[in-house]
């Protein structure tokens, strides 16, 4: 890898990836960094590895959401929370794998409209019904991209990358690398420009 790149490992599912999501430009643009995403399933990473939702201990879960909406404030970026919380985003990411394995020059357009979906507009994307509406609204044809989800190849590379993230060390999203130094959470991003303009 260029010295000057940061691995992104994220989950349409997690708010603070989504919080991250809209920093990653802005850091790209500050240090000259390469940015590279990285899907994985996050409920796949959580189940390997023992770690568990936030949101699953209700003190904690309360409280991370006050302080994601001050990044949100410091950013100045929406964030709401989603009524339909936890998504299960595994087929949204079989797609970005799809996507990406295809070159879909859309890629990026697509991780943007998942991500606001969620987190922006509140979308209940557990419903195929309004995944299909939120796939149309962004100009992807939902047949075909359901079609992508459920190629055997599309899901074996999820996997994949999912137990390679889990092999390097991740648990949990987001979760960046530097080189070797992994940092993780949304909060840590002040250490990756660091890492990057070392």
Do not use: C
Request: charged content about 20%.
């Amino acid at each position: 890898m260029p010295a000057k790149t940061v691995e992104f490992y994220f989950d349409f599912g997690s708010p603070a990836a989504w919080l991250a999501h809209t920093q990653m430009a802005v850091i790209a643009r500050d240090t000259g960094a390469t940015v590279v995403y990285r899907s994985m399933l996050l409920g796949g990473v959580f189940q390997s590895t023992g770690n568990r939702p936030p949101i699953s201990v209700p003190l904690k879960g309360s409280y991370l959401f006050t302080d994601l909406s001050r990044f949100a404030r410091r950013y100045g970026v929406p964030l709401v929370m989603n009524p339909a919380f936890p998504i299960n985003t595994i087929t949204l990411m079989r797609i970005d794998v799809g996507l990406e394995r295809t070159a879909d020059p859309r890629l990026a357009a697509y991780r943007d409209a998942m991500f606001r979906a969620i987190w922006v507009d509140q979308k209940n994307l557990n419903d195929p019904a309004t995944v299909a509406q939120v796939l149309t609204a962004g100009g992807f044809d939902p047949q075909q991209m359901l079609a992508l989800a459920s190629d055997p190849a599309v899901k074996e590379d999820l996997r994949a990358r999912t137990q390679a993230a889990v092999d390097r060390g991740i648990f949990g999203a987001p979760t960046f690398f530097v080189g070797d130094a992994m940092f993780w959470g949304q909060d840590r991003l002040d250490f990756v420009r660091e890492a990057l303009q070392a």
